[in-house]
């Protein structure tokens, strides 16, 4: 094995040894860090579904999948998932036990920020041309790994967290941006906020999800013909755009009736004008429709998806 393996490997057991001292008594604990998440599981999971926020994600041990759309990745100790934009995705912990529990750090991440460090530090990328997913998964150098062991240390001084860890972040985005892989990360984390329309028709369905609009307006938006937006955002989010603003506004539904509504409120609220629609589709993407959810969240029952994951 390469010596940069071995000090790669043994930074990886280090992070892991410190993530295991801390007590964590949920799957998530987020740390003095601000935007660090530390995720841990003491056993494989069924299929779940749930938005994927921008961020970088490093896993310590373990493996998962994850399922945008109808593609499929998996990845484990010592890669990294980066993420673009909000993503609904379907995912899975392959490999988790009691003694040897999933682990991974989490950082929030944009593709604004990205960007910022790029051109402050010089860094000479280019974007490459045509469409491409919102998810990257990749290996970080020794560099990338030592950001995150710093992070781990600082969220044990949250008065020191406070002010030193964003220059920490911005130093992991700089070595992720000048690795072997460097041109290709940047490539994934900006095409989409680059490439003409398309960023528009994304942020448009994103933060009005609960709002009618039909493909022709969506394209109009994004400035482009039907054709063109469904294909390029299709590369992006790997799904149609109908389909995504299906997605978001079925899992912001899930999370209402977690929180209590009733399923008139949350048809409503997410941009359903019947319900009984909204229980057809609910049904269709979760296994349950809307009163059955509710009523195994009464009386206690473990909610779980058992739909198979396609190949690609």
């Known amino acids: 094995m390469h010596i940069n393996q071995v000090n790669i490997q043994e930074l990886l057991d280090r992070l892991l040894n410190l993530c295991l001292q801390i007590p964590i008594n949920s799957n998530r604990l987020q740390a003095a860090v601000p935007f660090l998440d530390i995720l841990k599981v003491n056993s494989p999971t069924l299929m779940s579904k749930g938005p994927l926020k921008p961020s970088l994600c490093i896993i310590l041990q373990g493996k998962t999948r994850l399922q945008f759309g109808e593609d499929i990745i998996e990845y484990k100790r010592g890669n990294f998932l980066a993420t673009s934009l909000s993503l609904p995705v379907t995912g899975q912990i392959l ?18 920020e990205v960007a ?22 990749g290996k970080p150098k020794l560099e990338v790994l030592e950001g995150f062991e710093k992070l ?12 030193l860890a ?19 990360f940047y490539y994934n984390m900006l095409w989409h906020q680059e490439a003409s329309g398309i960023s528009k ?28 937006l469904h294909y ?23 999370r209402l009736l977690l929180d209590g509504a009733n399923v008139t409120e949350t048809a409503l609220r997410t941009g ?8 057809r589709e609910y049904k269709r993407l979760f296994g349950l429709s809307p009163v059955q959810y509710i009523r195994s969240r009464h009386e206690g029952e473990q909610l779980a998806e058992h739909e198979p994951l396609r190949k690609l």
């Open 152 to 163: 781990l240390r600082l969220s044990q001084d949250p008065k020191a967290a406070k002010y």
């Open 272 to 279: 359903y004008q019947s319900s009984t629609q909204f229980s």
């Open 201 to 228: 028709v994304i942020d448009w369905i994103t933060h009005n999800f609960d709002s009618a609009i039909t493909i022709e307006e969506l394209a109009e938006l994004g400035n482009m013909s039907i054709s063109s």
């Open 232 to 254: 390029k955002f299709k590369e992006v989010t790997a799904m149609a755009p109908l389909q995504y603003q299906k997605q978001l506004r079925l899992q912001e539904a899930r």
């Open 116 to 137: 910022a460090v790029a051109t402050e530090a010089g860094l000479k990328l280019q974007l490459e041309d045509g469409p491409h997913t919102g998810i990257f998964v």
């Open 95 to 112: 490999e988790a036990a009691a003694d040897a529990p999933y682990l991974a750090l989490r950082i929030e991440l944009s593709p604004g």
């Open 166 to 184: 964003p220059a920490v972040k911005r130093e992991i985005i700089y070595w992720l941006l000048d690795g072997e892989e460097g041109s290709r």
